[in-house]
């Protein structure tokens, strides 16, 4: 049984498009992308969907008076698409409580920093100041909390001397493009599950920061700590 799957995307939707080409195009991935929702008109997204062949569909957050009635409507886009997990990728607007319970176990997120440090925005700007060493991203769950779900896997990416916030932002989107693929992957091959009382993948309980990996001649290599 194919595993389908719907994007909320924002923005150029560049984790998108990873996602269309190492999963949805992919024939060896039991996974179809069955629809893109945004909120912004002009967003790149809609444009690499429609390439795709996938449904489009904006909801301009513009239009609505408040946050309920937005998502009343994005819920309604959502559940007619009929998915089984909702990928939030660049999506930029915070979901109510309500919104995240009403898809909830099965909605992930890919969030630039190295879970549970620097949740939030102007992730790669507070990592330079901190004077961290390493950075990376994470693929979490989501819940209520904003940045605070089960955290799934993450990509370990080196600070480099001279780094400014644009230059360790691209080397950590790089990354991204091959996690958060990969997560998808093992919830389609039924690897990974994404149960109310936590995941599990291959059968186990993962630890705070999930199974953990670095880039290594262009994919993904596993870390010892995994």
Known sequence: MSLTFA??????????????????RRPDVAAELVGVVSDRPGAQALAIARAAGVSAACIDRKRFEDRDAFEAVLAATLEGLGADLLVLAGFMRVLSAAFVRRFAPAVINIHPSLLPDFPGLDTHARVLARGDAESGASVHQVTPEVDGGPVLAQVVVPVHAGDDPERLAARVLAAEHRLYPE?????????????????RLDGRTLPL????FRVSDDALEPLCAS
């Open 7 to 24: 994007v909320l995307a924002s923005g150029r939707g560049s984790n998108l498009e990873a996602l269309v080409e190492g999963v949805h």
């Open 183 to 199: 997560v998808v992957r093992w919830i389609a091959a039924g690897r990974l599950v994404l149960g109310d009382d936590g995941p």
């Open 209 to 212: 920061r999930g199974r953990r």
